[in-house]
């Protein structure tokens, strides 16, 4: 069992920038997958980025592409999602997730945290 704790999330202007952070609890976070989704509302929850187990394989969603960087450092239990050139579409909650194999279906995350809002004013 793993522990998500999302953090960074806030209020910035289009054109701006935030990182967010999840720590993970436990020893064991090498062993799991990681992705970012975002979820607002009326919409369906949509994976962002993932990240595999070493880090040697990412994904990034279209919309995203060249804006978001994801990356972990699993010396300290933590993935990031790096976010430039902010959007207000960007808009959302933002989730960390955490599951056995890379993947971009939440479906197959089996750990989430609980959410850190990002709201992009134009």
């Known amino acids: 069992q793993v522990q998500l704790v999302e953090s960074g999330g806030g209020l910035v202007q289009a054109g701006g920038s935030l990182r967010l952070s999840c720590a993970a609890s436990?020893?064991?976070?090498?062993?799991?997958?990681m992705g970012w989704f975002r979820q607002a509302p009326g919409r369906h929850r949509e994976c962002v980025a993932t990240?595999?187990?070493?880090?040697?394989?990412?994904s990034i969603a279209d919309s995203v592409k060249g804006r978001f960087t994801i990356s972990r450092d699993n010396a300290k239990n933590t993935v990031y999602l790096q976010m430039n050139s902010l959007k207000p579409e960007d808009t959302a909650v933002y989730y960390c997730?955490?599951?056995?194999?890379?993947?971009?279906?939440?479906?197959?995350?089996?750990?989430w945290g609980q959410g850190t809002q990002v709201t992009v004013s134009s």
């Open positions: 997730a955490a599951g056995s194999s890379f993947d971009n279906n939440e479906n197959k995350y089996d750990w």
């Open positions: 436990g020893r064991t976070f090498s062993y799991y997958a």
């Open positions: 990240i595999s187990q070493s880090g040697a394989r990412r």
